[in-house]
Structure formats: structure tokens, C-alpha cells
């Protein structure tokens, strides 16, 4: 089976590497985003304490970080070497224990099947090739009853409008080229992938930005930006 990773992709984000923690820099949305996200995060699980919890995707850390300040025993794997670099260096400079791992959810999911009691893949289901494999690797993760979270952006006219043309090219949020409209993924199409693998939605929740103030947050709206938690069958 080749592996689910787009070589493009994996090369941009490593361009970048360095920059993950800068607050202002190339990741400064996903900065202000990450509160947001743990809060749903931990709302969604009941409390992240003790919890075992695979951040597919992890990228520099950030995530995974907080959730293991908040006393989850996280699991942080990408394949995106640079990435991991940093992430295991600020969490040595922070002295927070996660475990970083250079591997895919794929070959994650061989190995250590039914072992977690979440999973979080934060926007990066638009950037491989195949996105129903990876919510199926996700699904093969988790214990009966786990949490799966999912986030991406949906994929129509307004999606391409706000995500693409206004936060790369305009607002200049993100780095132009961040986006292919064609991997933007719909809710409808997620949660077929998601049920086929035996995980129940429980709740989608959109992410807006306000460009007057400069504020994201949580709504009902999931037009463009959007969470979704699953559980999985018992």
C-alpha cells in the first residue's frame, strides 16, 4: 500500500519548521486557534487527565503540548521531520512530556490498534490524498467507546472565498499555496467516511474568524472552518 502522504506537502511544511512557535509568524492562526481547540478538545472527553491521546499530524507541538499540560499522556506523531525536530525541542525547553514518533496513522494503526482513548487530527485531512484512509487508520486507534476529532475546512463557494482568497491572499493570514480548494472536505463527505468505520458523530462546531477584531471562535456556522467529534461503536 503506498504510503498517504503528499511529498509537496510535507516539503512546504518543513520550509517552515523553524517558525512554529513564533506567535507571529507563518502559524500565528493556528496560535490563536489552539485555546479554542483544546477547550473543545477537553469538553469533548470530559477532562483531559490520564487521558491516552494520538495528535495525528502533530506538527510543531502546539496541540499536543497543551493537551499534555492539561495532564493528558499524548502521543504526537507527523512525518514531517523538521517538524518533530522542533516539537521535541520546546517541549524539552518546557519540560512537558509528550512523545513524539516520526511515522504515519497508517502504519500507527498496525502497530498499536484499540490502545487509545482519543484521537485529534487537526487540519490535516485536506493535505493527503486520500483522507478516508487516515479517519480509518484514526478509527482502528481507538478503544471501543474513543473519541475521534476531526478538523478541516468544508468545500464550497464561501469556503473558497474566506479560507483561500481572503486568509491567503487578502488578510494574508496564511502563506498563498497553503490551500487546494479540491481537497477541501465536506461534512456530509467526513461523516460517511466516518460511519462506515464505525464512528457516531456527536457534534460538529464551526471556526470563524472576525476580520474586524481579529478574533476567532467556536459557532454553529460550519461553512468554511468546522470541528467534528465522533465516538467510536462499543
Known amino acids: 500500500m503506498p504510503p498517504n502522504i503528499d511529498p509537496l506537502e510535507l516539503a512546504k511544511f518543513d520550509r517552515i519548521a523553524s517558525r512554529w512557535w513564533d506567535p507571529e509568524g507563518e502559524f500565528k492562526p493556528l496560535h490563536q486557534?489552539?485555546?479554542?481547540?483544546?477547550?473543545?478538545?477537553?469538553?469533548?472527553?470530559?477532562?483531559?487527565?490520564?487521558?491516552?491521546?494520538?495528535?495525528?499530524?502533530c506538527g510543531g507541538g502546539l496541540l499536543s503540548e497543551a493537551m499534555a499540560r492539561r495532564g493528558a499522556r499524548v502521543l504526537g506523531i507527523d512525518l514531517a521531520e523538521r517538524s518533530l525536530a522542533v516539537a521535541r525541542l520546546h517541549a524539552a525547553e518546557a519540560h512537558t512530556a509528550v512523545d513524539y514518533q516520526l511515522t504515519s496513522v497508517e502504519e500507527l494503526a498496525q502497530s498499536r490498534p484499540h490502545e487509545f482513548d482519543a484521537v485529534t487530527c487537526?487540519?490535516?485531512?485536506?493535505?493527503?490524498?486520500?483522507?478516508?484512509?487516515?479517519?480509518?487508520?484514526?478509527?482502528?486507534?481507538?478503544?471501543?467507546?474513543?473519541?475521534?476529532?476531526?478538523?478541516?475546512?468544508?468545500?464550497?463557494?464561501?469556503?473558497?472565498?474566506?479560507?483561500?482568497?481572503?486568509?491567503?491572499?487578502?488578510?494574508?493570514?496564511?502563506p498563498c499555496g497553503t490551500h487546494d480548494y479540491r481537497q477541501f472536505i465536506?461534512?456530509?463527505e467526513l461523516?460517511?467516511?466516518?460511519?462506515?468505520?464505525?464512528?457516531?458523530?456527536?457534534?460538529?462546531?464551526?471556526?470563524?474568524?472576525?476580520?474586524?477584531?481579529?478574533?476567532?471562535?467556536?459557532?454553529?456556522?460550519?461553512?468554511?472552518?468546522?470541528?467534528a467529534h465522533f465516538t467510536l461503536e462499543q
Open 122 to 174: 487537526m487540519e490535516l485531512l485536506e493535505h493527503v490524498p486520500d483522507p478516508a484512509m487516515s479517519i480509518s487508520a484514526c478509527a482502528r486507534l481507538l478503544r471501543p467507546g474513543g473519541v475521534a476529532i476531526f478538523s478541516t475546512i468544508n468545500r464550497n463557494p464561501k469556503a473558497y472565498l474566506l479560507a483561500i482568497i481572503g486568509a491567503e491572499y487578502v488578510l494574508r493570514l496564511l
Open 186 to 188: 465536506r461534512p456530509s
Open 191 to 227: 461523516g460517511a467516511w466516518a460511519r462506515a468505520q464505525g464512528l457516531l458523530l456527536q457534534d460538529l462546531r464551526g471556526l470563524g474568524y472576525n476580520p474586524i477584531t481579529r478574533r476567532y471562535a467556536l459557532s454553529h456556522d460550519v461553512s468554511v472552518n468546522y470541528l
Open 33 to 57: 486557534i489552539n485555546p479554542l481547540r483544546l477547550a473543545y478538545v477537553e469538553q469533548c472527553l470530559g477532562g483531559l487527565a490520564n487521558r491516552r491521546i494520538v495528535d495525528v499530524g
